[in-house]
Structures are given as C-alpha cells and as structure tokens.
C-alpha cells in the first residue's frame, strides 16, 4: 500500500527549503505526500527555536499528534530543525514525548533517510544530534515545492553571535559552498524553468569569506546573472556590516539582479545596536541606504527589527522608530525580543515588561504599515517588472520581485510563466491592478 508523509516546517525560508531535502529524502524511499496529517505514515516536524513564541508552538503541535500515534501505533513521529539541535532538547523529547521516534538536528539533515530505514527494519528509536558542523554534503535528493521559485543554500551557519541570537548555536559556523556546485545547480534550475532563484544564507554578504582566495558576494551575484536564460536572481539575508559597496553596484547594474535588499538594522539606537553586537553603527546604515537608493532603479528595502532588547529606553525605541520613518522601508519585520538560553543577552539585567515590548511593536507595526499604504500609492502611474504566472477569467495574475500581487485585465495570449512590463493603474485591496506596457 502507498505510504504518506507529512512535513510541517517552522521558521524561516532556510527552513523551508530544508524541508524540501526531507522530502526528496521520503520520495527517494517511495513515501508519497499528505496534505492531511491523519493520513500520514511519517509526520516529520522540521523546527525552528527563534523564539520563544516558536517552540512553544513546535512544543505543543508535537504533542497533539499523540493521538494519532495512539490511533495509529506504526505512525513514525520524527523531529528536527533547530530546537531539535538546542541543549537538552534530545533528552527532553526522549523524556517527555514517547511518541516520537526519531530525533536529529541541524548537522545531519542528510541521514534522514538512513535513520528511516534503520527505524523501519529495527523499529529502535533513533536520537542523534551532532554536536557539530561537518563537510557540505553535495548529494542530496530534493523535492522542490515552491513553484515559479527555487531555493538554492550558498552558505550555512553564521559568525556573528548577534547576542540575541541562538542561530550561531544551532547551525554552527559559517560554511560556503563551492562556488562551481552553486553555478551548476542553478544552472539545471535555469534550464528546469525556474524564474526566481533565491540565493539563501544567514548573512549572504560573507560568502566565500573562509576561502580566502578572493572569493566573494559579488563575484557569485556577477557569475550568476550572466548565465543565460529568462530568470532573476533574489538573495537574503545581508548583513549591514558586511554589504560593500561592489555588491551595491553589481544589483544596480545586473538587470537580471533582484533590487529587492532584505538589510535587517534591529535598532536606530547605536547604544543597543552595541549592546546586540551588531558591528555598525546608525549611521553607516544610513550611508548604505543612501548608497542603495541613489544607484539602485527601483530598489525595494525591507528590515527586521528587535523591540525591547535589553535596556532599550522610550528614547532608544524613538531612534528606531525615527529611522525607521526615515528610510520608508517596503517591509518591516518586526518582533518583540525573546531571551534565548545560553545567549550572551539572556544574562542582562534591565530586561524590557511584556507590556511594553507589545505596545512597541504595535507602534512600529502601525507605522510600517502607513508608509507601506503611502508607497503603494506612488506606485501608481509607474512601469515595473512582473512575473505574470497564471491566468485568470478575464486576465493574468502576476507578482513583482518583492512579492506584491498585480491583477492585470487582459486578453492577450501569453506562455506562463513570463516576465512582462506592466503599468500600474490603481490598488484594489492591496493588490496593485495593472496593463501590459507591450
Ligand atoms: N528575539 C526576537 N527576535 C529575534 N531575532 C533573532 N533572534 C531573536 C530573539 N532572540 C530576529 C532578528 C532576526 C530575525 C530572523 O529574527 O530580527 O533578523
Ligand atoms: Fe543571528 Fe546575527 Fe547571525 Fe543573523 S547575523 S543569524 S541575527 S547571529
């Protein structure tokens, strides 16, 4: 009989595209997928650990599927991702969560498959958490599953230690892949019909930094965007410190670039952005924006900010929330500081009232959403570049490079999916209604 699977993934885009290796891993193994849980012969939770909000999230869907495995005895309840990788989880889920079969972190997403088979002929529970990064491994089935998009890993782990941030604890440090596997892998995805192709790592803006032969961002943004064929480039995350000025230069003048740039400042306040580790100050972001919207043709800026970090004062939030005003960002995302155990922040005194973490975020949140309002507004009347990607009754429906959604009333017969110029004419609900421009 066929067997099922079902993955449900937390967290981030690295996530996402992670849970996409599991699946070509259950493929590989002949597992078709569910898109009911109650169906599934392996449920896999790929998690996140962020924060808090997060696991306890993670925590309590895993919980829920204890049912199932009652209702099911031969159901295979497998857990991974970050949280898995954190101290002291391995042995709380052997503790504490029975149901669950098997449990593996961050470093060895490429056994899944093995630990599968090793299950099904032993029935053994499985708990392997390495605690640490080993080689890239290059040979990995996928199941990509997000349509006109493909992700494609440059680089894993981060350097940083943000002192918020317990990613540096679970994904380890800072790896880049050779520069040949990225450009053959893309260039299959090319030749697969992929359009977008996202370029992921937790700061994109250092790859190629532990190869020490001159290797860089912007070397890998130029190779890429001079491959033939009908595609753009996209990449997150960049980090403020590291964003130099060749790779400005090189999305502003590669057409077959994204001039989307996700720069997260997590504060206007260069007293916490100290406190955080950052390694820039305010107003070198500032220099950098500059830069981005002096050279870049129609540039899209989003952000992540961090509310109620540690000591921040009503006054430091208002740098934030001024800079913020100032930059006019198309995206901001923000989120309320969560300790993270074992992180350098989660020891400071002077931690910020829950109350006032909520009315920061709210604050913030009702700004970003009024300048977001104001820009779409001065859309109107200008000539932009869309994926057109389906078709509808009476037209197309299509997405620009920062993801907004463009309605466009049409007859014309196009072969989708095609990039196309259109002009924007109104907003109809938050989606932008547009005509071909040719
Ligand atoms: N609390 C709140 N937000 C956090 N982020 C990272 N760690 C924390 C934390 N402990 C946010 C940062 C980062 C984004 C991915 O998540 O803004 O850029
Ligand atoms: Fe975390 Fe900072 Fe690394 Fe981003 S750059 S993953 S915020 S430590």
Not at 295 to 318: A, R
Request: proline share 3%; with cysteine; glycine share 6%.
């Amino acid at each position: 009989m066929q067997k099922h699977y079902y993955i449900k993934t937390y967290g981030c885009q690295m996530n996402v595209h992670e849970s996409e290796k599991l699946a070509g891993m259950l493929k590989s193994l002949n597992y078709e997928e569910t898109t009911n849980m109650a169906d599934a012969d392996v449920i896999v939770f790929n998690t996140c650990c962020i924060r808090d909000a997060a696991e306890q999230k993670v925590l309590g869907n895993i919980g829920a599927v204890k049912k199932l495995k009652k209702q099911n005895p031969n159901l295979i309840v497998a857990v991974c991702g970050c949280m898995a990788q954190e101290d002291g989880r391995k042995e709380l889920f052997k503790e504490k969560y029975p149901h669950v079969s098997i449990v593996f972190g961050t470093h060895n997403l490429h056994m899944f498959k093995d630990y599968l088979i090793k299950f099904n002929a032993t029935k053994q529970k499985i708990y392997d958490v390495w605690e640490s990064e080993k080689e890239i491994n290059e040979d990995v089935d996928m199941y990509r599953t997000s349509n006109n998009n493909a992700w494609v890993n440059i680089m894993y782990g981060c350097n940083n230690f943000c002192t918020y941030c317990i990613v540096p604890y679970v994904r380890g440090r800072e790896r880049s892949r050779a520069m040949n596997d990225i450009v053959s892998e893309v260039k299959s995805l090319i030749s697969e019909g992929y359009k977008y192709i996202t370029l992921l790592g937790q700061n994109v803006n250092s790859y190629g930094n532990d190869f020490k032969d001159g290797t860089n961002f912007a070397k890998l943004l130029k190779t890429l965007a001079n491959l033939d064929g009908d595609f753009r480039i996209k990449f997150m995350t960049s980090h403020p410190k590291d964003l130099t000025d060749e790779v400005i230069n090189t999305i502003a003048t590669e057409p077959k670039l994204s001039k989307v740039i996700h720069l997260p400042v997590q504060s206007g306040s260069n007293r916490i952005l100290k406190l955080m580790n950052r390694n820039y100050t305010v107003e070198h972001y500032k220099t950098l924006i500059k830069k981005i919207k002096e050279q870049v043709p129609n540039y899209f800026i989003s952000t992540d900010i961090i509310v109620g970090f540690p000591h921040e004062t009503e006054e430091d939030f208002m740098a934030t929330y001024n800079l913020v005003n100032e930059v006019k960002y198309g995206g901001v995302f923000g989120f309320m500081y969560s300790p993270r155990t074992g992180t350098i922040a989660e020891k400071m005194d002077e931690q910020v009232p829950q109350e006032i973490k909520n009315e920061r975020v709210n604050r913030l949140l009702a700004l970003s959403k009024q300048i977001i309002k104001e820009q779409n507004q001065q859309l109107i009347g200008k000539t932009m570049e869309c994926l057109v990607e389906s078709k509808t009754d009476d037209g197309y429906l299509a997405t620009l490079d920062n993801g907004k959604n463009v309605i466009i009333t049409s007859n014309k017969n196009l072969t989708l999916p095609t990039f196309k110029n259109v002009k924007i004419n109104s907003i109809n609900r938050n989606k932008l209604v547009a005509e071909f421009c040719d």
